[in-house]
């Protein structure tokens, strides 16, 4: 079975730091480009980044509103994904999902969702 | 405001269809896949479509995505009232170098 499993999330204040991870299994972690998306509570879905393979040189990709602040990382060998958060800001505050874009024989999507990390920056 | 638009809801009867759009611009749908999600409560978003039209294993095929320019459109027929659910469109936004979602569709099964 394809599964990510989140952990990480928590209480923290403005101006803080917090980091999430995002553990893989089930499928090739390894060439998977691995997105971050979250969801402020009662809002929609907001791209937050994404790491992209090996091949591709792990190249890293951000949303504005984190740029600068939030560092995507992975470690292939623990097929794991790391969101680092600094600077936390009040409007940071959402359920952040990993999420890993999978390719079979027929097609390749976000298939593959983590169980969510709640994350509140608030003092 | 989401760089997607979607509409904030749509209803039908049990058994009836439903359409679901999302409107966008030449830098994400225009020259990217566009996925659908669905997103139960309390639950992780779900990939209903892919790359504009395919379907994951395990979808029914009363989900049907297409898209045209730089619009794309989420159908599902036989409606059952356990589709009731929040509704995402999403794709690669060129412009912004991030993933970028529409602002979700609330759909309700009379």
């Given at each position: 079975?394809?599964?990510?499993?989140?952990?990480?999330?928590?209480?923290?204040?403005?101006?803080?730091?917090?980091?999430?991870?995002?553990?893989?299994?089930?499928?090739?972690?390894?060439?998977?480009?691995?997105?971050?998306?979250?969801?402020?509570?009662?809002?929609?879905?907001?791209?937050?980044?994404?790491?992209?393979?090996?091949?591709?040189?792990?190249?890293?990709?951000?949303?504005?509103?984190?740029?600068?602040?939030?560092?995507?990382?992975r470690d292939d060998s623990k097929s794991t994904t790391y969101l680092q958060m600094n600077s936390l800001k009040v409007e940071d505050t959402a359920v952040y999902y990993c999420a890993a874009y999978v390719c079979g024989s027929a097609r390749c999507g976000m298939d593959v969702w983590g169980q969510g990390a709640t994350v509140t920056v608030a003092s | 405001q989401s760089v997607l638009t979607q509409p904030p809801s749509v209803s039908a009867a049990p058994g009836q269809e439903v359409t679901i759009s999302c409107s966008g611009s030449s830098s994400n749908i225009g020259n990217h896949?566009?996925?659908?999600?669905?997103?139960?409560?309390?639950?992780?978003?779900?990939?209903?479509?892919?790359?504009?039209?395919?379907?994951?294993?395990?979808?029914?095929?009363?989900?049907?995505?297409?898209?045209?320019?730089?619009?794309?459109?989420?159908?599902?027929?036989?409606?059952?009232?356990?589709?009731?659910?929040?509704?995402y469109c999403g794709v690669w936004d060129n412009s912004l170098s991030t993933e970028v979602f529409g602002g979700g569709t609330k759909l309700t099964v009379l």
């Open positions: 079975e394809m599964q990510l499993v989140e952990s990480g999330g928590g209480l923290v204040q403005p101006g803080g730091s917090l980091k999430l991870s995002c553990a893989a299994s089930g499928f090739a972690f390894s060439g998977s480009d691995i997105h971050w998306v979250r969801q402020p509570s009662g809002k929609g879905l907001e791209g937050v980044g994404r790491i992209e393979s090996k091949p591709r040189n792990y190249a890293t990709k951000y949303a504005a509103s984190v740029k600068g602040r939030f560092t995507i990382s | 896949h566009v996925s659908w999600y669905q997103l139960l409560p309390g639950t992780s978003p779900k990939v209903l479509i892919s790359e504009n039209n395919k379907r994951p294993s395990g979808i029914p095929d009363r989900f049907s995505g297409s898209k045209s320019g730089t619009s794309a459109t989420l159908g599902i027929t036989g409606l059952q009232t356990g589709d009731e659910a929040d509704y």
